[in-house]
């Protein structure tokens, strides 16, 4: 059986390309077959799950995100976490260098810096969305069938 056999499967319309499938697998599971098997099975159960509908969507979201927290751990970014506590602890950082202190200023401006994209991203597209309306009225200013609102 070839993989196209697959119903709905298009290897051409995916998330993640098979070179970098490739790449990480090689990585991840070299000389560990059965790494390679539980994790094709918890992809089945996932890709299942999103089959099912609506309720099976959520448990699969659920479980990706589940296992975002269980890769965390394995991150540099947990390692420099642990090694900035560590350094707390023992007293040998500012106050303005405490974690606590640097991972919320971070926070904030990350999420400072995203909402303010999305809000100038939603502004440019209502002003194009404007100019294509205008656009399509021509020069009388109105469609058929369709009221304008007055200023006053």
Do not use: C
Not at 54 to 80: C, D, L, R, Y
Not at 111 to 137: F, Q
């Amino acid at each position: 059986m070839d993989i196209s056999e697959f119903v709905g499967y298009d290897p051409d319309d995916t998330l993640v390309d098979s070179e970098t499938w490739e790449t990480l697998f090689e990585d991840w599971m070299s000389g560990d077959p059965a790494a390679a098997e539980i994790l094709g099975r918890v992809m089945l159960l996932i890709r299942e799950a999103i089959e099912s509908g609506p309720e099976g969507n959520a448990k699969a979201i659920n479980t990706v995100t589940e296992s975002m927290h269980q890769m965390f751990v394995h991150t540099e970014t947990f390692k420099a976490a642990r090694s900035l506590w560590i350094l707390s602890l023992d007293g040998r950082i500012t106050p303005q260098n405490e974690p606590e202190e640097v991972l919320t200023a971070a926070i904030e401006r990350g999420l400072k810096e995203t909402v303010g994209a999305r809000r100038r991203s939603a502004s440019r597209k209502a002003r194009m969305k404007n100019r294509r309306t205008r656009s399509k009225e021509g020069p009388g200013g109105g469609s058929p069938g369709i009221e304008r609102e007055s200023g006053g």
